[in-house]
Every structure is written in structure tokens, then in C-alpha cells.
């Protein structure tokens, strides 16, 4: 066993997931059609891709998950069980608002976060919400071009109230996009936009809508803010970045400076989300491209009114970038300008394991956003292997985790981070974002399941459930 530090006694330890990729019961109770209901699975290297509507002879991952809609109440009996005292999961918006653009949303889909929430709370576990996770209404996408369209602010506010509103007694602990940093720096159309539900080819001035885009959810961002402020003053609403951070190649001056022009292009957001600003390089940036911006006056005090309380972010690697010889534009782009990290070793998908990263991204955001920070994502996705008696050896899962967490504690502890809690991703095997599959997985509870959707579905404990039990139980003394 390997010692780590004492977390104070109001540590949130916890586990994280997403409705679209665990709850299933994609289309009952009057839930609408959602971009990850029309996103295929990724097989044998071919990337997911979206279809117009749900098509014959396609598979769609999402549509089952692992069941939990209608399994929660056995989840949350393991989750407390493990020690829990949060459970950060996202509320699926076309279960209230099936098409996105109605005013008066679905009871059925508002019931069942009731019901999810108190039972929750039922077991000691606080809800931790994020209200869109990669999965904003396909009507949104066909009507109005997901966020290339200022309309959306309004709606995306619109489902913000309401389950404030709603659940104000039940949630504390708020975000509003997730992985919001996860377009605009990219060097082709990104794949991965079922945030903005953007549809871009080659052909658009695809560059320029992913900015815009984003500029449209920061603004909505920011009046949900200001929103639920006014519904609860005790609420505490976060951003949610995704951090890897990036390091120069070699100390070779060029190298450095790509490096730092990368985290400007992935973690702007962040500076707008936690100072209320754009910085100073990006304007210039639009002008040397020529982008025709839609950013108004109004917007900047939006913005600037609109600041989260917290940072939430999810950490599972760092990067590293060098630098083009003669080019002094540094115009940093994913994933062409990534080389490989000769230091550390990397997951069977190619994930680069760098827990010390993670106390350096702890300490960059501490000194640059003065904001408690929540680590709202971190963990380890692999094949794992069920033995006859059902058992799963996970030492790698567990090996990973207790670099990681001794990282974090160190941050805390050592460098004076202000770290409101830790909820491992995935906490319960489930569907992954990226690539649609099963197999991959990050639990400490394995679903009996597979990257079809057959199998009993049933829960069972990994060795790392009684690892990440002991953590906790010691309050991350005992690693
Ligand atoms: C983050 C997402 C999650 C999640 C996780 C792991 O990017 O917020 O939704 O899935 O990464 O990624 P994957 O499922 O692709 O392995």
C-alpha cells in the first residue's frame, strides 16, 4: 500500500458519467432525439459518425447504455457502498425538453431526475450536475444548426431554468457544458461537436463557426450563470474544461513558444469562463485570419457578469508540441502539431499516462483562474478481463489511480490547491464517448455487456471497487 495524504473530511469523493452514455432508454417517457441518439459505433478503426434519424441495419450504442435508467437504485446501493459522497451525472436534455424549442417541458423526463436525485440523496450521495454533456437536441441540429445560430442561447437558458428551478433543493454543484474547450483549435472540422451540434465539411469556413459557436455557448453559458444565481444564491455553478496540458518538445525556444500558443487555443475558454474575458491574443488572431465575428458589446458585459464559481475539469493526459521550423505564426492546431511524449507510456488507445501532469494542470490553473477547481473526470479506459468466478483483476486501473490521486493530493497538500473533490469517470462501465464502445472501460463496476447491447447487463464488483473503497474510508490516506 502506498501512502498518500489526508483529504479534509468535506472532500467530495465521488464518480462520474453522462445520461446519453449510461442511462439508455433512449426513447420512452416521452424523451426526444438527442445527437448521440443518431451517433453510430466506432468499429475496427472507422470513426462514429451521425446519421440523418435513426437508420435500419445501423448500431447506436447510446440507445441502450448499461441500463441505468432503470437500474439506478441497485447503482446507487454500490456507489454508497464504495463510500460515495457525490455522484456527478448530466441531465439529458431532450428527457425535458424533447425537441429543445418547446416552452413547457416534459413531466415524465423532470420526474425521473426527481426520483434519480432523491434516491441519491437517499443513499448520503449529493448530486453533481452538468446540464449538457454531448447530447443537445437533434431537432436543435437539423432547425437551426446547433449553436452556428444565436437562437440557441435562448434555449439552452430556457432548459437552465427550468431544472434549476426544479431541482434547487436537491443540487448544489453545477456545470454547464461539458468539455466546452473541446472545439476551435482543431486541424480539420472536428468530429467531436456534439456539444455545438455543428455539421461542418471542408468546404465551410468551418474554422470561423467553431469559434462562433463557442462564443454562443459562453454566452449561454454565462446567463445560465447569472440565472441560477438568481434561482439559488447557494448554488455553486462550475465551467468544465477538458485539461491536458501541452508541453514543449525540447527547450528549444520555438518548441516553448508553440507550447504556450497551444494552452492559449485550448484553455481561452477557461479565460473567458473564470475572468469574464477574451484574452488579448484572440481578437488579434480572428483579424490575421479575417473571421467575421458575431461578438456584440452586450455579449462582453454577459460575459464579463457571467463567471463561474468553481473549475470543474476532467485530466486523463498530457501532450506534447514542438515547434515549425521559419514559422513565426505558431498557428497551433490538434492533432497535426502533437508529437509523442518519449517519457511516458501511453493506454491501449494510445492515451499518454502522466500523472505528474496532472499536479502541474492543478497548479497552472490555480495561479492563472484564482478559482477552486473539481476534478470531474479521471481515469483509466481498458479491456478488462472477467475470470470464471466473475472476479476482475484491475491492478492496472488501480495503478493508475494511485499515481494520479497521490498527484492530486500532492497538489492540495503541498502547493495549497483548492480542490473542492475528485469523481472518477466512469465510475460504472458505460459506453464511451469517442468511439462508441463497450470495451472500453473505466469502472470500478463491471456491466456484463457488450459493444452490441447483448448480455444480462448485470453489475459486479472489480477489484479496484474495494481499492477505491479503502480510499476513501482512509479519506485518501491509504492508497
Ligand atoms: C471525456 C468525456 C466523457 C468520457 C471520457 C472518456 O472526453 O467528457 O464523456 O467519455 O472523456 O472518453 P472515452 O469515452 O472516449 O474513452
Known sequence: MTKGYKMPKDFLWGGAVAAHQLEGAWDVDGKGVSIADVMTAGRNGVPRKVTDGVKDGEIYPNHWGNDFYHRYSEDDRLFEEMGFKCFRTSIAWTRIFPNGDESEPNEAGLKFYDDLF??????????????????????????????????????????AKTVFKRYQDKVKYWMTFNEINNQTAWSDPHPLLQNSGLQLSKDDNWEQAMYQAAHYELVASALAVQAGHAINPDFQIGCMVAMCPIYPLTAKPADVMMAERAMQKRYWFGDVHCLGEYPKWLP????????????????????????????????????????RDGDSDYDFKEPDDFVENPYVEKSDWGWQIDP???????????????????????????????????????????????????????????????????????????????????????????????????????????????????????DGEDL
Open 118 to 159: 432523491d434516491d441519491l440523496l437517499s443513499h448520503g450521495i449529493q448530486p453533481v450536475v452538468t446540464l449538457s454533456h454531448f447530447e443537445i437536441p437533434y431537432h436543435l441540429v437539423k432547425a437551426y444548426g446547433g449553436f452556428s445560430n444565436r437562437k440557441m442561447i435562448d434555449f439552452f437558458v430556457h432548459f
Open 284 to 323: 488579434k488572431y480572428f483579424e490575421r485570419k479575417g473571421f467575421d465575428m458575431d461578438i456584440t458589446a452586450a455579449d462582453l458585459a454577459t460575459l464579463k457578469a457571467g463567471t463561474v464559481d468553481y473549475v470543474g475539469f476532467s485530466y486523463y493526459m498530457s501532450f506534447v508540441t514542438k515547434g
Open 356 to 474: 505528474t501532469g496532472l499536479r502541474y494542470a492543478m497548479n497552472w490553473m490555480q495561479d492563472r483562474w484564482h478559482l477552486p477547481q473539481f476534478i470531474v473526470e479521471n481515469g483509466f479506459g481498458a479491456y478488462d478481463k472477467k475470470e470464471a468466478d466473475g472476479s476482475v483483476h484491475d491492478d492496472y486501473r488501480i495503478s493508475y489511480f494511485r499515481d494520479h490521486i497521490l498527484a492530486m493530493e500532492q497538489a492540495v497538500v503541498l502547493d495549497g490547491v483548492d480542490l473542492i473533490g475528485y469523481t472518477p469517470w466512469g465510475c460504472i462501465d458505460l459506453v464511451s464517448a469517442s468511439t462508441g464502445e463497450m470495451a472500453k472501460r473505466y469502472g470500478f463496476i463491471y456491466v456484463d455487456a457488450d459493444d452490441n447491447g447483448q448480455g444480462s447487463f448485470d453489475r459486479s464488483k472489480k477489484d479496484s471497487f474495494n481499492w477505491f473503497q479503502q480510499v476513501i474510508a482512509s
